[in-house]
């Protein structure tokens, strides 16, 4: 009886099979790598990588720092000092704020109604005074030059300015109007413009409103929900 032969596999062929196989293994660990790398980036636990390439530590995002010789132009300007004027085209950002090239403008001694804030109208219907208030003064600047003093820094870093158009100051036609409110905690000078705009009715005064500090405080009109602070008795209700 004829002995059956027995194939044997090449060394080559079973070099390629390990190959094979070692290759599949170190491709699932790497797979498992970088999602538990993920894992973790997201959590905030290791630095992460977003796709633009820059990196954002700690779970914050955090922009990338201008390099170049454009480096200084691409940098957010840093608030101007006291004694300093800014002039330019500016853009309304709210009633009491500026933004003229990139610098933020807080109008000095004035509080007007905030974006989101609500007012009664000389009927007790409720409007949005703030929005109202910042439309009236950008179309009061109809994009002529805004010229601003700088006389200091509010608590937010932003700089603090008296501010005028075409020669007239934007604070003191803010108030005049009734489109802001004489801030008495940091100046008196726009006090008279105030009680003259009271005795007209003009604007905010035309009807009921909270003042723009205790609103930001939770103070709300009736006829509005109540906030967090007036639930919890922190404000009263008006």
């Known amino acids: ?19 094979g196989s070692a290759s599949l293994v170190a491709a699932i660990l790497g797979a498992a790598a970088a999602g538990i790398w993920f894992f973790l980036a997201e959590a905030g636990i290791v630095p ?9 530590s700690g779970g914050q995002d955090t922009a990338e720092t201008p390099s ?21 085209t500016a853009s309304v950002v709210d009633a009491d704020t500026l933004d003229i090239h ?27 005074c703030g929005t109202v208030a910042a439309n009236a ?3 009061w600047i109809n994009r002529n030059p805004v010229s601003c003093d700088v006389t200091g820094k509010d608590r937010y870093g932003r700089s603090l300015g008296d501010c005028s158009v075409r020669g007239e100051s934007v604070q003191g036609w803010l108030v005049a109007n ?10 008196t000078a726009f006090v008279p413009a105030e009680l003259k ?24 009109l009736d006829g509005e929900p109540p906030t967090k602070a007036m639930l919890d008795g922190k404000v009263g209700a008006r």
């Open 1 to 19: 009886m004829a002995k059956r032969k027995t194939s044997k596999s090449h060394p080559r062929s079973r070099k390629r099979a390990r190959s």
């Open 48 to 56: 992460g990588i977003d796709i633009g390439g820059s990196v954002a």
């Open 68 to 88: 170049g010789p454009n480096a200084e132009a691409e940098a957010a300007p840093a608030p101007a000092g006291s004694g300093s004027v800014i002039s330019g």
């Open 102 to 128: 990139g610098q933020r403008m807080r109008l000095n001694g004035v509080d007007a109604p905030e974006s989101g804030q609500k007012c009664k109208d000389r009927d007790g219907k409720l409007y949005r």
């Open 137 to 139: 003064l950008d179309a």
């Open 178 to 187: 009734g489109h802001a409110l004489a801030y008495r905690s940091y100046s």
């Open 197 to 220: 705009a009271r005795e007209a009715k003009v604007g905010v005064w035309a009807g009921e409103f909270i003042s723009p500090w205790d609103w930001r405080q939770g103070l709300r």
